[in-house]
């Protein structure tokens, strides 16, 4: 289990995004903060895996809190290094790049549905499982952690199409929650064949999940999911 320390100064704010985390599989709240101060003792206290942070607080902003974070953690080596995913209202340009630069991971702009957050902390727990596998990282796999090449940077299999490839992940990114290679193929105008064919290139290179949903005769159905 992924432990969470959900921190916001609106209590029912942080009592929203702590039901949000319960229905994740995988995850669970163990502490709640409401200020800076109130949060940096809760994960010396709890050590948490995860940390749900808010920009604006009452004693000190996320970000600061963050930094303090890392800091206690380099102080202490025998200190488990918490992951931060900001969730906030700022959308000020700066405080994003303030808040990459701290050491977020990811940044989640307030309102959003209970789907949005879970999906963040599935893209979590992926990269969490994905380095926790490696020994030796391959550039593949420092790519699949820091998020895909720029366009034109990585060569696709012989027999698959840039634009296709493009048009198949920007249906994965835009459809919610998972989709079959007919759905897909259905959204973009193309065989089924030739959209399971870029699917299963997705999943082989760690851009997508595959589930498989069981229910009636024959072989169950292979479900896509995109990661990050």
């Known amino acids: ?10 209590f029912m704010v942080a009592k929203l995004h702590s039901r949000y985390v319960s229905a994740t599989d995988g995850f669970t709240v163990v502490g709640v903060a409401h200020s800076g101060a109130e949060a940096l003792r809760a994960a010396e206290r709890l050590r948490p895996d995860l940390v749900l942070l808010d920009i604006y607080l009452p004693d000190m902003d996320g970000i600061a809190v963050l930094r303090e974070l890392r800091a206690a953690e380099q102080r202490d080596a025998a200190r488990p290094t ?41 893209h979590v727990a992926a990269l969490r499982s994905r380095l926790d596998r490696l020994d030796e990282a391959r550039q593949e796999d420092v790519d699949q952690i820091f998020g895909p090449r720029p366009p034109g940077s990585r060569e696709l299999p012989k027999g698959l199409a840039s634009h296709t490839a493009e048009l198949v992940e920007r249906i994965l990114r835009e459809h919610p929650g998972d989709l079959s290679a007919s759905e897909c193929a259905e959204a973009g105008s193309l065989s089924r064949v030739s959209a399971r064919r870029y699917l299963e290139y997705f999943a082989e ?4 999940e595959v589930t498989l949903r069981y229910g009636g005769a024959g072989r169950p159905e292979r479900r896509y999911r995109r990661i990050g």
């Open 205 to 208: 290179t760690g851009r997508a």
């Open 82 to 122: 918490a992951d931060a995913l900001f969730i906030t209202a700022a959308r000020d340009a700066s405080v994003v790049r303030s808040a990459l630069r701290a050491g977020a991971l990811h940044y989640l702009i307030k309102p959003f549905n209970q789907a949005a957050l879970q999906e963040q902390l599935r």
């Open 1 to 10: 289990m992924t432990k969470v320390l959900v921190v916001d100064d609106d």
